[in-house]
């Protein structure tokens, strides 16, 4: 059964800092493209962050660059999210998902490139 099991949310004040973890299970983990994506109540689902297998490369959205970092320990089947400078426009539900097998650049951003997502992580930031 393949799953992604989120964690590491909570509430945070605007300027502090959270990590998020991912754990996977069911495939091959150091095979996919990883990915961070948000929710915000009454939004579309978006982009936040993507990882290559090797974690060589790095894809932000332009809302989280500078202030997160994406990671990942493959011998661990983890991703994270590292969050700094946290805003209250972050606060979402935060989502893992697996990407393709292949590094696709910038389309990276899309959404449907991913599947099996998790079921998420709440960040609340307050101001």
């Known amino acids: 059964q393949v799953q992604l099991v989120e964690s590491g949310g909570g509430l945070v004040q605007a300027g502090g800092s959270l990590r998020l973890s991912c754990l996977a299970s069911?495939?091959?983990?150091?095979?996919?493209?990883m990915g961070w994506f948000r929710q915000a109540p009454g939004k579309e689902r978006e982009f936040v962050a993507a990882?290559?297998?090797?974690?060589?490369?790095?894809l932000y959205a332009d809302s989280v660059k500078g202030r997160f970092t994406i990671s990942r320990d493959n011998s661990k089947n983890t991703v994270y999210l590292q969050m700094t400078s946290l805003k209250p426009e972050d606060t979402a539900v935060y989502y893992c998902?697996?990407?393709?097998?292949?590094?696709?650049?910038?389309?990276?951003?899309?959404?449907?490139?991913?599947?099996?997502w998790g079921q998420g992580t709440q960040v609340t930031v307050s101001s």
């Open positions: 998902a697996f990407g393709p097998t292949v590094w696709m650049g910038d389309r990276q951003k899309e959404k449907k490139l991913y599947d099996t």
């Open positions: 069911g495939r091959t983990f150091s095979n996919y493209v």
């Open positions: 990882i290559r297998r090797t974690g060589f490369s790095t």
